[in-house]
């Protein structure tokens, strides 16, 4: 199963953590791994490339994972910007959970601020 974990802080979102493989079909052939690995690459590219943020970004592939996470507040205008591209990709891939709930779970967690 693949989950994918969306992190809020003080009511935004601020990044999410996708693991593990769904197990919809073999590898490379997997449509509904593909659909989420490819919103998920979509999100990472549109906050690094299109927005400009800076990003914690980790990826793994010995072992499916792809984070990413806003590690500081910009100006509201980034926000704004960054939140759309964060919600869209969170709208998406709960489209797919319900589509295929054996196999994508969605995850909500609230992060706190570092010390």
């Known amino acids: 199963m693949t989950s994918v974990t ?3 802080q003080e009511g935004r979102l601020v ?3 996708a693991s593990g493989h769904t197990g919809y079909a073999e590898a490379g052939e997997d449509i509904v791994c593909a659909a989420v690995s490819a919103l998920c690459q ?3 590219l549109g906050v690094q490339r299109v927005i400009g943020l800076p990003v914690v970004e980790t990826e793994d592939e010995s072992a499916p994972l792809l984070e990413l996470l806003l590690e500081e507040r910009f100006d ?3 926000e704004r910007d960054a939140d759309l591209l964060l919600r869209t990709l969170e709208e998406g891939v709960t489209d797919i959970s319900k589509q295929h709930p054996a196999f994508v779970r969605v ?3 609230e992060r706190r ?3």
Request: proline share 6%.
């Open 6 to 8: 969306f992190f809020r």
């Open 15 to 17: 990044g999410f953590r």
């Open 42 to 44: 979509t999100a990472v």
């Open 76 to 78: 509201q205008a980034l």
């Open 107 to 109: 995850i909500h967690r």
């Open 113 to 115: 601020q570092k010390p």
